[in-house]
């Protein structure tokens, strides 16, 4: 069996491997035609070559094969890795079909999961242990079963698979985020004596450490849907085993709360487009990361926002396991009880303040604020409410602020 040794020592092969070969993905995506083009949509605003994902992938499965048991369970996570690197890398160049794409996910998913990287039970508080795993939902006609847990673990790990995906919008945050995540679920799993899990999560953290010496702004290439795609499964793999094949009642909910900004992010994003009618799929500017831009924050002060929330939930998910507050019987320690209260003030705390600067819950109001600077600053009339209701239907209709005149101070989109 692997050994915390053999973690540190993945992190850092895997990081070194993904630092060395990301340039050489650069070459490639210009031959091939992988590259990101400047839009209204996007931060960046020069063409990117976009497959610096497959140096994130070298890195992984050079590592893998290494420290990770030699044994089916493992293969199958390396091969699932470099089944949905393929469905990203197809992705780059050709911009597939959302159901294709969608897809390729599930196929690859289901590579690891049918050998046994499934969740079969788990601990719910007020519930006691649940048995997934035990529930029949089909009989395959080889004889085989396929359980409730293996199709929630499948539809788990695509969803985190596009959660990943759906927040790589500026330079560097899927990396960064990965990183964090997964130093941090390498330290519980190894804890938990998930050795496999924590070599898992230490060499997916060092291999997106070394893209990010590329990645973060202004990036020389992206890591594309072959890096999203491949960082979000990996993620979900260690979740799986690392976190949720255990009987801690805190389990189900450690993942959640490490990768709670990307999940919220998702969350929020899905919930305006079925608010509003729209494809799921489709593109907009709603992410955390575009109104950070469209008030005014730089890609590297967006970066520091987002990778400190994801810091401060990181920690907490620590404390949940290493702080001693209770007895696992229904005990609680006082004082240590008062010391996760602590961390967990400071996650809302961290979530209210990042609420306010993206102001989520204030844009009638911060764009009444905008117009009316500006047509002061003009020595135009402030607007009427209608006019500033309006242009606020237009930004939660389309995702993206109205253009302002700065000399007149009226939205351009509203002008007839």
């Known amino acids: 069996m692997p050994t915390d040794t053999d973690a540190y020592l993945a992190f850092l092969v895997a990081g070194v491997l993904a630092l060395l070969l990301v340039p050489l993905t650069k070459r490639l995506a210009l031959r091939v035609g992988a590259i990101d083009y400047p839009s209204e949509r996007k931060l960046h605003t020069v063409p990117t070559p976009k497959l610096g994902g497959l140096g994130i992938l070298g890195g992984v499965l050079v590592a893998g094969l290494i420290w990770l048991p030699a044994d089916t369970e493992s293969h199958s996570i390396l091969i699932g890795a470099a089944a949905i690197a393929w469905v990203g890398v197809l992705d780059d160049v050709f911009d597939l079909n959302p159901a294709v794409k969608l897809l390729g996910q599930t196929v690859a998913v289901v590579i690891p999961v049918s050998v046994g990287v499934t969740v079969d039970n788990f601990t719910f508080p007020f ?26 673990t ?19 945050l899927a990396a960064g985020v990965a990183v964090i995540s997964g130093i941090t679920l390498a330290t519980i799993a190894l804890s938990l004596d ?10 997916v953290a060092g291999a997106a450490l070394g893209f990010l010496r590329w990645g973060f702004p202004p990036a020389s290439t992206f890591m594309g849907d072959t890096g999203s795609n491949l960082l979000g499964y990996l993620l979900g793999v260690v979740a799986v085993q690392g976190a949720l094949k255990t009987n801690a009642v805190i389990a189900l909910f450690i993942p959640l709360i490490i990768l709670a900004v990307p999940i919220l992010d998702t969350g ?5 487009r079925l608010k509003y009618r729209r494809p799921v799929y489709k593109a907009d500017r709603w992410h955390f990361h575009h109104r950070m831009a469209d008030i005014g924050f730089s890609q590297r002060r967006t970066l520091l926002y987002l990778y400190g929330w994801t810091a401060v939930m990181a920690a907490l998910a620590l404390a949940l396991r290493f702080v001693p507050y209770s007895d696992n019987h229904g005990h609680f320690d006082a004082f240590w009880t008062a010391v996760i209260a602590v961390f967990g003030l400071l996650a809302l705390a961290a979530s209210i303040y990042l609420v306010e600067v993206l102001e ?30 309006t242009a606020v239907e237009q930004e939660l209709e389309t995702g993206s602020f109205p253009a302002v005149d700065p000399e007149t101070g009226e939205f351009e989109a509203l002008k007839k």
């Open 194 to 203: 998930r050795t496999a899990a924590g070599v898992l999560a230490a060499l």
């Open 154 to 172: 499948v539809l788990g790990i695509v969803a985190m698979i596009n959660v990943i995906n759906l927040i790589d919008g500026v330079d560097g």
């Open 127 to 152: 519930f006691g242990r649940l048995t997934p795993g035990t529930v029949d939902l089909l009989t395959l006609p080889g004889g085989g079963v396929v359980h409730l847990g293996d199709v929630a």
């Open 360 to 389: 989520i819950l204030k844009l009638r109001q911060t764009r009444l604020r905008q117009i009316v600077t500006l047509r002061r600053q003009a020595g135009a009339p402030e607007p009427e409410l209608q006019e500033v209701n």
């Open 268 to 272: 929020f994003v899905v919930a305006k």
